[in-house]
């Protein structure tokens, strides 16, 4: 056997050395391994040692190595608190399904065969023998036989690694969400009524029972207070005419504005607050509206009172009645108001003071197109106009009865002459207002001379019945209805 060279030795020692630090039994050690097998040792193969150059660069590679499993093992431990913390927060919470079979410390690539598992370190390694030119002494062909020997490729099975054990390892199980067909649906809720959106702010009372809808909007109202002064909601409540809904007595007033019916409510739930007396015609006129439709006298005596003023008074027109004298554009926009309120008695007054108004029919006969009536009315007017007119006549004209008094004339003939005479300036112009004149007739009469006491107070109380009379007739004429008044 040749004497070993000196880098041999020292390579050989170092080798040793290295090997032991791996657990790996190296053949120079005669301590306990004097039968160990050293055909897998990766610095010798049957006592061949290969050049210092290669096991450099196998050494290297090793290294190498050995670096990158570390550096995966410290990035590791340094995502291990994050990972702890999700991790505890998943335990409270049921999350998706996640796939939870990933390899706990190196990422791998696709798994592959075992034959390609040793092929990429061999043909690494052999791409290093390629590279390194391979120097062998005769000793060495002596041991080895004829035929060069490579140096072994690095078996991957020899490389330690060691499992990092991170978070994942503790994970809490996992919560399968429940399939659809297998949770129970839902219980629906049932919906607020009346929305919360649609309530009176102002009349939404708590001890209310009874919701009242005008125009979408809904007032939850005591129902006492209501039957107590609306003859609407008297019928309401003794025919029971409401509908239940959850449990909740609703009516709806129709044919009545909002706006109505809450200035309606205003003056009713707070009368000490409002005073219908001093309040605007616009709010007087929609407590009017409102109280019709409700059949509320209180307030609807009230509101006619203060839009109406005396234009909705039963009695027949007499001089000091205010009415007198107004202008006519002031009358029409009154009888506009009483159509739109359906007010017959004030559109009754309205159009005998049009009847009545010298100035009216002047401005017909000039500037028919500034007067803001219509044909209809207007031709209504020139036929109520001649009969008022012919009534008026007959009943000034007409003598009294005989009378049974001495003093007074015999003679029907003569009675019929001398009043004809005495009341022809009465008859022979035409007369606007009969029945105001009527005062003034009366007067003249109770003046007359050759007529007795009696026949003078029969003519008086003619002439007042006669104003009555032509005061109802007017209802026909007219083609209107009044309330109240009588055939």
């Given at each position: 056997?040749?004497?070993?060279?000196?880098?041999?030795?020292?390579?050989?020692?170092?080798?040793?050395?290295?090997?032991?630090?791996?657990?790996?039994?190296?053949?120079?050690?005669?301590?306990?391994?004097?039968?160990?097998?050293?055909?897998?040792?990766?610095?010798?193969?049957?006592?061949?040692?290969?050049?210092?150059?290669?096991?450099?660069?196998?050494?290297?590679?090793?290294?190498?190595?050995?670096?990158?499993?570390?550096?995966?093992?410290?990035?590791?431990?340094?995502?291990?608190?994050?990972?702890?913390?999700?991790?505890?927060?998943?335990?409270?919470?049921?999350?998706?399904?996640?796939?939870?079979?990933?390899?706990?410390?190196?990422?791998?690539?696709?798994?592959?065969?075992?034959?390609?598992?040793?092929?990429?370190?061999?043909?690494?390694?052999?791409?290093?023998?390629?590279?390194?030119?391979?120097?062998?002494?005769?000793?060495?062909?002596?041991?080895?036989?004829?035929?060069?020997?490579?140096?072994?490729?690095?078996?991957?099975?020899?490389?330690?690694?060691?499992?990092?054990?991170?978070?994942?390892?503790?994970?809490?199980?996992?919560?399968?969400?429940?399939?659809?067909?297998?949770?129970?649906?839902?219980?629906?809720?049932?919906?607020?009524?009346?929305?919360?959106?649609?309530?009176?702010?102002?009349?939404?009372?708590?001890?209310?029972?009874?919701?009242?809808?005008?125009?979408?909007?809904?007032?939850?109202?005591?129902?006492?207070?209501?039957e107590r002064h609306c003859g609407y909601f008297e019928r309401v409540s003794i025919d029971r005419a409401w509908t239940v809904v959850n449990g909740q007595k609703v009516v709806e007033v129709r044919d009545l504005k909002l706006q109505d019916f809450e200035t309606f409510l205003?003056?009713?739930?707070?009368?000490?607050?409002?005073?219908?007396?001093?309040?605007?015609?616009?709010?007087?006129?929609?407590?009017?509206?409102?109280?019709?439709?409700?059949?509320?006298?209180?307030?609807?005596?009230?509101?006619?009172?203060?839009?109406?003023?005396?234009?909705?008074?039963?009695?027949?027109?007499?001089?000091?009645?205010?009415?007198?004298?107004?202008?006519?554009?002031?009358?029409?926009?009154?009888?506009?108001?009483?159509?739109?309120?359906?007010?017959?008695?004030?559109?009754?007054?309205?159009?005998?003071?049009?009847?009545?108004?010298?100035?009216?029919?002047?401005?017909?006969?000039?500037?028919?197109?500034?007067?803001?009536?219509?044909?209809?009315?207007?031709?209504?007017?020139?036929?109520?106009?001649?009969?008022?007119?012919?009534?008026?006549?007959?009943?000034?004209?007409?003598?009294?009865?005989?009378?049974?008094?001495?003093?007074?004339?015999?003679?029907?003939?003569?009675?019929?002459?001398?009043?004809?005479?005495?009341?022809?300036?009465?008859?022979?112009?035409?007369?606007?207002?009969?029945?105001?004149?009527?005062?003034?007739?009366?007067?003249?009469?109770?003046?007359?001379?050759?007529?007795?006491?009696?026949?003078?107070?029969?003519?008086?109380?003619?002439?007042?019945?006669?104003?009555?009379?032509?005061?109802?007739?007017?209802?026909?004429?007219?083609?209107?209805?009044?309330?109240?008044?009588?055939?």
């Amino acid at each position: 056997m040749s004497p070993q060279h000196p880098d041999e030795g020292m390579a050989g020692a170092a080798r040793s050395a290295r090997l032991r630090a791996r657990g790996v039994p190296y053949m120079g050690d005669t301590q306990g391994h004097e039968d160990k097998d050293d055909s897998d040792d990766i610095d010798s193969v049957d006592g061949y040692s290969p050049p210092t150059s290669m096991r450099t660069k196998l050494l290297d590679s090793s290294r190498k190595l050995d670096a990158q499993l570390l550096t995966l093992r410290q990035e590791r431990s340094a995502k291990r608190p994050a990972e702890e913390a999700g991790a505890r927060e998943s335990s409270s919470a049921p999350k998706r399904p996640k796939l939870i079979d990933r390899i706990t410390s190196v990422p791998q690539p696709k798994p592959e065969s075992s034959q390609s598992a040793h092929a990429r370190p061999a043909a690494i390694e052999a791409e290093a023998v390629k590279e390194t030119p391979v120097t062998i002494t005769p000793s060495q062909q002596a041991r080895t036989g004829s035929a060069t020997v490579p140096p072994a490729p690095i078996d991957s099975r020899e490389i330690k690694t060691e499992s990092v054990q991170g978070p994942l390892d503790h994970r809490a199980p996992v919560q399968q969400r429940p399939s659809a067909e297998c949770a129970p649906a839902p219980a629906v809720a049932e919906p607020i009524f009346p929305p919360l959106n649609a309530r009176s702010t102002e009349f939404w009372y708590r001890d209310g029972n009874i919701i009242v809808n005008a125009e979408g909007t809904y007032f939850q109202l005591l129902l006492s207070r209501l039957e107590r002064h609306c003859g609407y909601f008297e019928r309401v409540s003794i025919d029971r005419a409401w509908t239940v809904v959850n449990g909740q007595k609703v009516v709806e007033v129709r044919d009545l504005k909002l706006q109505d019916f809450e200035t309606f409510l205003k003056y009713l739930e707070i009368p000490m607050g409002h005073s219908v007396k001093d309040a605007s015609k616009e709010t007087a006129m929609s407590l009017l509206r409102a109280s019709r439709v409700l059949a509320c006298k209180v307030i609807g005596d009230l509101a006619e009172a203060r839009v109406l003023g005396p234009w909705s008074s039963a009695t027949v027109p007499t001089p000091g009645d205010g009415l007198a004298g107004r202008p006519y554009r002031e009358t029409l926009e009154m009888f506009g108001v009483a159509q739109a309120l359906n007010a017959p008695l004030v559109r009754k007054h309205t159009l005998y003071a049009l009847l009545a108004d010298d100035h009216f029919w002047s401005d017909v006969a000039s500037h028919r197109a500034q007067v803001d009536i219509s044909d209809a009315d207007l031709l209504m007017l020139y036929r109520i106009r001649a009969t008022m007119q012919e009534k008026w006549r007959v009943h000034v004209l007409a003598p009294p009865k005989p009378c049974q008094n001495s003093a007074c004339l015999p003679d029907e003939e003569t009675r019929s002459a001398l009043w004809s005479g005495q009341m022809a300036k009465y008859a022979t112009t035409e007369v606007r207002d009969p029945l105001r004149n009527v005062e003034g007739v009366k007067t003249a009469v109770r003046k007359l001379t050759n007529w007795c006491r009696v026949c003078v107070d029969e003519r008086v109380r003619a002439l007042e019945n006669a104003g009555d009379l032509w005061w109802k007739e007017l209802d026909q004429l007219l083609k209107i209805v009044v309330p109240g008044a009588q055939a």
